[in-house]
């Protein structure tokens, strides 16, 4: 009697899924001790202590190679402070001329200059990105009015605005607001064509697809593009306040310029890069708490 060949595959076949389903599940219970990150793959992982010392060693190391090549003598510390010579310059800045207000002067004027570029960008991106008229009455202006230097525009401002706060902020918008209108107008053409076909089947109206949609959908990397272009707000600090400033980092760094105050422009420029980077961690923290379901492995 002859044994049916369709009968071993059958019965094998279970078996051998079996054993997988057995093994994947072995791993998927094995302690998160025991398994090692898979760091040096792309887009691997890494645990947050590992990452936070890792960054703090690059710190580090940049203070040590600074230090270093502050002491070989290859140059005049009038050129290159040492690190304690910038750090001294900080205590003397802080105690004795006014460092605090000179820092929250110029946090006022980036932070006023990026809020009313954003104010304006965001919907004006958001009717780009969403509608082709809208789209091609405005884009192509964008896009040559953000290779214009804002520099140039310091004494149209002047004449313009006048030597007041108004003139320094006027600076950092023209710095900041162009960009973020295309990056806004992109972040919503990539909006899925499908999720707006889903809305308009089951009946909603334009607004609602423009509200409900196509924003919330994009509102992640709005928030990514409000992140990027406040660092650019900060590099237009210095030159928003060569417009008749007498306080604010970047006039300091402007002052100890003509004096070859090396020292306190580094103090400046430091105390600009530590200022952005905090403001940079709160855009971290907000689009975390915000959208966790991007961050959760």
Do not use: C
């Not at 040559?144 to 007041?164: H, K, Q």
Request: net charge positive; aromatic share 12%.
């Amino acid at each position: 009697m002859s044994v049916p060949m369709t009968e071993a595959p059958l019965n094998s076949a279970p078996a051998a899924t079996t054993a997988t389903d057995k093994s994947s599940d072995a791993l998927s219970s094995m302690p998160a001790a025991r398994r090692r990150p898979r760091l040096w793959v792309v887009r691997g992982e890494m645990d947050r202590k590992l990452y936070v010392g890792v960054a703090l060693l690059s710190f580090a190391l940049f203070i040590v190679g600074w230090e270093l090549l502050a002491a070989s003598g290859l140059f005049d510390a009038v050129f290159l402070p040492s690190p304690m010579a910038v750090l001294h310059r900080l205590h003397t800045w802080f105690t004795q001329d006014g460092l605090l207000n000179d820092a929250w002067i110029s946090i006022f004027r980036v932070t006023a200059g990026f809020l009313l570029s954003a104010l304006m960008a965001l919907p004006l991106g958001l009717f780009i990105g969403t509608y082709r008229p809208v789209q091609a009455f405005f884009e192509p202006m964008m896009e040559f009015s953000r290779y214009l230097p804002a520099v140039a525009f310091v004494p149209l401002v002047l004449l313009w605005v006048g030597i007041g706060e108004g003139s320094k902020i006027a600076i950092i918008w023209i710095g900041t607001f162009f960009q973020m209108v295309l990056m806004v107008s992109e972040d919503i053409r990539r909006v899925p064509m499908a999720q707006v076909e889903a809305a308009q089947t089951m009946g909603a109206r334009n607004g609602e697809i423009l509200q409900l949609v196509v924003f919330k959908s994009a509102l992640p990397s709005l928030v990514d593009t409000l992140r990027i272009t406040l660092g650019w707000a900060w590099t237009y600090l210095v030159v928003a306040e060569m417009v008749a400033a007498n306080s604010g980092l970047g006039y300091a760094i402007l002052k100890a310029q003509r004096f070859l105050q090396t020292d306190s422009i580094f103090v400046g420029i430091l105390m600009i890069g530590a200022i952005g980077l905090v403001m940079d961690q709160m855009f971290r923290f907000i689009h975390r708490r915000a959208f966790p379901w991007l961050h959760d492995k």
